[in-house]
C-alpha cells in the first residue's frame, strides 16, 4: 500500500529565512504533486513532477523529486506571510486494467497529512 | 473557463439521512475523482470515474457510492449517514487519466447531527 509521509506536521517560519519541507513515498509512483491550502479552501495545485531529478519554481517556491530515495523537497526562499498555508504533497499510481475487452487506466492520488506553515514577522 | 463546480457548498444533515453531492468538471474534461478531507484521516480517496465508468474505488463502506453522466458531471451519494461522515468532499477533475493534474472544486462541506 503507497503511503505518504511528510514531515515536520508543523513549521513556523520566520520572514527572511529560507526553509525546506519534504515528503516521503513508500513504493514507487507515476507523479508527485504539491498542493497549497488556506483554511476552509480548496486545493490549489501548485507543482506536479514526473521524472527524477525533476525541478520546477513558482515564485520563492521550488520543488525537486528524487525517485530514487522516493523523495520530494519544497524549498522556500525568503519566507512571507502570503506562504502562510498547509501544503499538501501526494502521489500518484497509475494502474493499467483491462475491462470488458478495453484497456484502460486508473490512477488515484494518495496524499499526506500535510504540513502547517505559519510565517511570522 | 469555469473551473471545477461542486454543490451545495455546506450541507447539514441528520444521522440516518442520506446526501447527494454534485460535481460538474472542467468542460472537456473526462475524469473526475472524489476525495473525503476530515482532520483526523486527512485526505482520502474515495473514487474516481471516467467516461461513465467507475475506474477505482478507495476503502469506503458500501454508503458511498457515486456516478458519472454523459457530460461528465458527477455525482455521490452517502446514505445511512453518520456522525463520522462530517467532512469536506472534494471533487477533482483532469482531461484525461494519463495526463497530470487534477483540479480541485471548492468543496462540500457536510455536517451531520
Known amino acids: 500500500e503507497l503511503k505518504v509521509e511528510q514531515n515536520p506536521l508543523f513549521l513556523s517560519m520566520q520572514e527572511g529565512k529560507n526553509y525546506t519541507i519534504y515528503c516521503n513515498y513508500s513504493t514507487t509512483s507515476d507523479r508527485l504533486y504539491w498542493y497549497r491550502q488556506d483554511p476552509g479552501k480548496s486545493l490549489e495545485s501548485l507543482f506536479v513532477l514526473l521524472s527524477n531529478g525533476a525541478v520546477k519554481q513558482e515564485g520563492r517556491l521550488m520543488a525537486s523529486l528524487d525517485t530514487k530515495a522516493r523523495l520530494s523537497t519544497l524549498h522556500i526562499t525568503a519566507a512571507v506571510h502570503d506562504l502562510s498555508a498547509t501544503y499538501f504533497c501526494a502521489v500518484d499510481k497509475i494502474t493499467i486494467i483491462v475491462w470488458s475487452g478495453t484497456t484502460g487506466a486508473n490512477s488515484k492520488l494518495t496524499f499526506g497529512k500535510g504540513i502547517t506553515l505559519s510565517v511570522r514577522p | 473557463k469555469a473551473g471545477v463546480t461542486q454543490t451545495p457548498r455546506y450541507l447539514i444533515k441528520t444521522r440516518g439521512q442520506q446526501v447527494t453531492l454534485s460535481c460538474s468538471p472542467i468542460?472537456?474534461?473526462?475524469?473526475v475523482s472524489w476525495y473525503q478531507q476530515t482532520p483526523g484521516q486527512g485526505l482520502q480517496f474515495l473514487f474516481e470515474?471516467?467516461?461513465?465508468?467507475?475506474?477505482n474505488k478507495g476503502n469506503f463502506p458500501g454508503r458511498f457510492s457515486g456516478r458519472q453522466f454523459s457530460n461528465s458531471r458527477s455525482e455521490m451519494n452517502v446514505s445511512t449517514l453518520e456522525l463520522g461522515d462530517s467532512a469536506l468532499y472534494l471533487c477533482?477533475?483532469?482531461?484525461?487519466?494519463?495526463?497530470?493534474?487534477?483540479?480541485f472544486g471548492q468543496g462540500t462541506r457536510l455536517t451531520v447531527v
Open positions: 477533482a477533475s483532469s482531461p484525461d487519466i494519463l495526463i497530470a493534474e487534477a483540479f
Open positions: 468542460s472537456g474534461h473526462r475524469s
Open positions: 470515474y471516467f467516461s461513465e465508468t467507475q475506474r
